[in-house]
Structures are given as C-alpha cells and as structure tokens.
C-alpha cells in the first residue's frame, strides 16, 4: 500500500455543521422527559466516563432541558455522591466544540491524502468490504482492536463475531499487567478494578510509587481521607514530594529504579524480627523457608547503599508496618509499568502484604462480590485459528490478556510471522500518546491495510486513520450496565441526557451497523442498545424504567465472605499448592523465578536526568486536556527541576525550555520549568498529556510538552510483556533547537 501521510483533520469534520442522515433517529425527546424532575429541571443517570473508576452521576439538565451540570450519585460506593474535578468536568466534554462532527474517508485527490465527508453508509460499507477483503487473504485474526472505554465491549462482541479475538486495552501491557500476574502467582487471584483495598479500615498505607490524590480514584481518595482522621499512618515511598507524600508521616525519597531492593529490605527485616503474622504465614502460606534464607543478606545497610534510604528508615516503617497488621495495605499501585522487571516487583509487594497477614482481612485487603448479568442469546463466536501469540512463540507466557504494544509490533512484517496484523479498529484510545515509541508506533500503522479510529476528539491518532467515526460523549448515549466488584455489588445505568450532537454516533450502532454489513447480524438480536438493557435487567426484576429512576442499584452480598481470612477460617488458594504462594511454583514451572531478585537499572547519563512522569488531579491522561471545563483549572504542565540542578544549569521559574532525551529525541514545544526542592536532584517530573501536536485540538494545541515523545527506550517484563517505560533520561535546551533536529 501506498504510504499512509498524516492528515490534518479539516473544519468540515469538526466545525461544520452536520447534515441530517436519514438512517438513524436515534433519540427523541421522550427519553429527557423521563428523566427525574429535581429543582426545576430534570436529572438523567450516567456513569462517568472520563477515567475507569467510572462513578455513578446523574446528569443535571436546566429548565431549557440543556445539559447543565454533573453530581454523585449519593448511592455508589465508587464515589459517595462525590464527584473528582474530572468527573464534574465531564459536561466539559458535551460542549467541546472541536469535537469530531462527521464521519471521514481517506482519499488521495492529484496526489495528495486528504480526508473527505462521508454518510454513514459510506463510512460502513468502505469498513465491511476492506475487512472482507483483509479476511479472505489472510483471516479475521489479522485484524485487531485496541479500546479504552465502554465502547470496546461493542466493538469486541463484532470483531469476535467475525472470527478475531486480538482485543486489547492498552491499559493492561502500558499499566496494570504486572501488577495482577504478580498478585495471581503470589494469591490466585488478582486485583481487579477498583482496587480492592481495604484503606478506610486500615491502620497503615504504604504508597511506593502510587499517587492517590493525584490520580484521583475517588473512592481510594476519599477512604484515604476517613483513614487519616481515624490516625492511620501513610507511609509514602516516591522521588518526588507528592501530594500523599504531604500527608505521610513517613516520606522515602527513594532512588528511581530502587524499589525492588526496598521492598526485599523489607521483608528481611519482618522476618528477621519475626514481625510477621505467625499464624497466618504458617496457615496460609507455602515456601516461607525458601524466602527466608533467599532475603538473608538484603538488610537495610545493603539497601541504603542502593536505595539512598536509612536503615534506621527502614527498620522504623517496617515496624510502623507490622504494629498495624493485619491492616495494613502495601498497596498494589495502578500504573505499574516502570523498569521491566515489574512482575517480579509486584510479587515482592504481594509477599510483603502476605507476611503482614493483610489478605482477605479488614483493613487490608477485601473480598469484592459482583452481580451476574444475563448473557444475550447469541450464537456462538468462533474460534480463531491462531491469536496474537502466535507471533511471540515461548514469550509473555504469564499474559492473561492481549498485548497493544504485541499487537503493534507484530504489525510490523517479519520474516518468521505467517501473518502480520493488517487492520486495526481503535476505539477511543490515542496510540500515538498511549503506546510508547512513537516511531515504532507510525512505522506499524504504515504497514495497515485498514485503520478505523473511533473517537469523540480529532485526536492525533485520527491523522493515520482511512475512517474516521465520530463517536458521541457518554452524556449523549446509552452504554452497557456498569457491573462492578466492590464491598456490595452493584449495577448502574448510562442513560443518554441529550440527543447526539452533529453527526456522532454511540459505539453500540456503530458495531451493530457495521455487523449487519458483515453478516452478523444475529450478533446484535435487538434493534436498540435500550431493548437489550430492558431485557437484560427484566431477567433481573428490573426494568429500564425503574433504572432511569435510581440510576443505581445496590445489592446484599450473597456470602458472608467480605474479610474471609479475619479468623483464620480454612481457606483454599487457587493455585498449585493450594496456599499463599511465597515462592511462587506457578512461575518456576513456566521458567522464571519463583522469587523476586533485585536488578540493578541503567543510571542517567552524564547531564541527563531520569523522566519520571504523573497525573494532576484535574486531568486523565491526554484526553482531557482540550476539556474546556478542566483546561481552566491546569492547561499546560511544567517540567519539575531540583534547585541544586537548576543552578547548575542557570534556570528559573517559569523560563521555557527544550527536553532532548538519550536517543537525540526532543519535545516538539517548550515546556516551562518550575524550580522545586520536591524532586530529587537525579530526577526531573512533568505531568502526562500535554503537547498535543494538532492544531484543531484549539486548547491543547502546543501546550506544554508530550512526556510520551521522550519515551523511546523500552524495557520488557519477560513475564508477561508490560512496558518499563520509566528507563528514559533527558537533557535541558535552553534555546529553541534547529529545525530538524529530532
């Protein structure tokens, strides 16, 4: 195929105003009318959708019927009727008006790519013939979807339908993997989201490297909160003073890439104290003599040579620790993805939560209990012939779900592949931002022979699409039942507050529309996604008209179980040997180790500084930073510098400067700095999404600087393939570089 150019989206997909399309009436006013009256105006059920904590909300019109203003629903145990400022910022979203208005088709007009207005027919009928024509050459399995977001449940149901199981969240290679192969080795059982922490029961919270009250996951933020009042000790492991850190009574301002050898300290010091849980560890828990004698000479002398951290430090947290136990929570993290090893590093928090006897007990770690939803009377998918693993024979063994950064780099053609991925769907995540290596990134989308990117935002992404689907905001459609696990279980209604703006469509007609013309329409058996809701919650006792109402229902836990192990009750693990896997003979039999080993980490080179990268409690990732409502509250980031550095290199407050990382790669825009004693003298921090690169993203456009450009170095978790992307260094540019330097 000809070489695919990036394309500028032009006014007519997003400023122009869209033309009526015939084929789909998909909401009348009758819907608003429902909703419940509420101060003069009406209040519609939602779940947000601007990060996956997904709080429960109702959506507040005025008396105009306009969509006017977001609240908590006062029922959900993911928020407590509290919104974060991301979540209130969600109308933020509705209102954009660089939103994508139309669908768009890849042409090239006298040698030039451009992209011009669609129908949805068009759109759909160019889509069905591309994918039939993709799987007679060579299988439905060489087409792949990536997603973030609710509209990946619609867009999977078709794509395993036409006989493709490759469905990947770049979440899980790029964030949480680790962290629940990890767990799964240590427990059987893994985390799950949200995080089934324990932290309003606890007495201690140890944070190594999570950032609660930045990252705003409102319910952790909020039992964080009720912990400290009731005098819980936080103990916050972090180069950088962050807000935790300020509420810690304990602050290590670890060396980056040291963590492994903290934690290994930790355990020593448990054990060698016998600070342990004795009966847990000898109920529970199989190969404690193995650990043992395998962390015997990991003291805390041996760590502060590596770690920069005190012995002393290090004694006293791990006593703060076990004075508490079993509550006590070493927490899991979120975005785990940092050096490569972090399996193996996950597994030492899993062990250390194990010693304290936290697992399955109050204060610790819960038991989440989730309501079964009935499953649609659909034929069965067929199974494909091959997956994406076939292109990584003998790796990534312990990789309980699709890799995105697999997927992209087994579409790149190699000699030793029978079929490398010839398309990918993209639902509502910006590869460009969310998969590191930019470069490698672009490369695989040369190699397509079809992308469809589904969005709401002409994300840079759109740019390398040949369609482009404009997709409406949750606040405008229905979407599946949220089905979460928690302390109760619950269910909850996205119910559409307005009808679609502009020509956007929701997910779930798309991926029916798109069936139909791929003869798979007995995949999607009701003519409307609110048909099949009514269906779904009537084998419930439940009705569409009833949800509407509540917008939430809670349910009683079938079992006794929410702490199973407080008494040391007899309990039986999934895994080998039935317990606590301490040396885990899950990852010995598939030939990794069975126990966590320090390895050492590449430093910076001289002049360069590790980029270490986070969240602001306004923002989610890079999606948000064109969001009217949240670019007033943060609308640019700034890179942090320690004053010793800043001295070093003549820079002050607010003075813009370049990043050149170790591969020569700088950031597109300047980004400013701000002098501060809260970061290491090794290390500089920005803020993730910012210096978006298209100018139709009118807020975002420019500002600040993309952390993402400044990760080209990768390192891969052999376990089950996450992406170390925290093993990248930069250097300052104090004037603007040359053009074509990159």
Partial sequence: MERRDFIKIGSFGLGAVAFSNPIFNYLSNSVVLDGVTQGGGKRIPTYCEVCFWKCAAWTHLNEKGEIWKLTGNDDDPHCNGRLCPRGTGGVGMYYDDDRLKTPLIRHTVNGKQEFQEATWDEAFNFIAKKMKKISDQYGPECIALFSHGSGGKHFGRMLKAFG???????????????????????????????????????????????????????????????????????????????????????????????????????????????????????????????????????????????????????????????????????????????????????RAVAILNALLG???????????????????????????????????????????????????????????????????????????????????????????????????MPMEITGYADVVLPECTYLERYDNLRVSGHREPTIALRAPAAEPKYDSKPAWWMAKELAQRLDLSDYFPFEKEEDELDWQLKQMGLSLEEMKKIGLKKYAREYDDLYPLENLEDYEFNTNTGKIELYSTAMEDEGYDPLPKYTQHEEPPEGFYRLIYGRAPMHTFSRTANNPNLTDLMDENKVWVNPKVAKEWDLNNNQEIWLENQD????????????????????????????????????????????????????????????????????????APSKGKS
């Fill in 164 to 346: 493709s199981t490759n469905i990947t969240a770049p979440s899980y290679a790029q964030c949480r993997g680790p962290r629940e192969v990890g767990f799964f080795a240590t427990y059987g059982e893994g985390i799950g989201s949200p995080e089934r922490v324990d932290i309003r029961d606890t007495e201690c919270l140890v944070l190594i490297g999570s950032h609660i009250g930045e990252n705003m996951h409102n319910g952790q933020v909020q039992e964080m909160s009720e912990a400290i009042d009731k005098g819980a000790t936080i103990i916050t492991v972090d180069p950088r003073f962050s807000t935790a850190a300020s509420k810690s009574k304990f602050w290590l301002p670890i060396k980056p890439s040291t963590d492994m050898a903290l934690l290994l300290s930790w355990i020593h010091v448990i054990i060698n104290e016998e600070w342990y849980d004795k009966k847990f560890v000898e109920k529970y828990t199989f190969g404690f003599d193995e650990l043992k004698e395998h962390v015997k000479s990991f003291t805390p002398e041996w760590a502060y040579g590596i770690t920069t951290i005190k012995p002393n430090i290090i004694r006293k947290t791990a006593k703060e620790m076990a004075n508490a136990s079993p509550s006590v929570i070493i927490h899991p993290g979120r975005h785990v993805t940092w050096y490569g090893d972090d399996t193996q590093r996950l």
């Fill in 358 to 456: 936290s697992w399955g007990r109050r204060g610790g770690f819960y038991n989440p209990e989730k309501k079964k939803i009935a499953k649609l009377d659909i034929p069965k998918y067929p199974t494909p012939s091959k997956t994406w693993r076939d292109a990584f024979p003998g790796k990534y063994k312990l990789a309980g779900l699709a890799l995105a950064s697999g997927i992209c780099d087994a579409t790149i053609p190699a000699g030793d592949r029978d079929c490398s991925f010839k398309a990918w769907i993209v639902n509502g995540t910006n590869l460009i931002s969310t998969l590191p290596n930019q470069a490698n990134t672009i490369k695989a989308i040369q190699n397509l022979d079809l992308m469809v990117v589904i969005d709401t």
């Fill in 664 to 735: 020569g790669i700088v950031t597109s825009f300047p980004i400013k700095v701000r002098v501060t004693e809260r970061i290491r003298w090794d290390s500089v921090y920005m803020i993730h999404g910012f210096g978006h690169t298209d100018k139709r993203l009118t807020r975002a456009y420019g500002r600040g600087a993309s952390d993402a450009e400044m990760i080209t170095k990768v390192h891969i978790d052999p376990e089950m393939g996450g992406t170390g992307m925290r093993g990248n260094f930069v250097t300052f540019l104090t004037e």
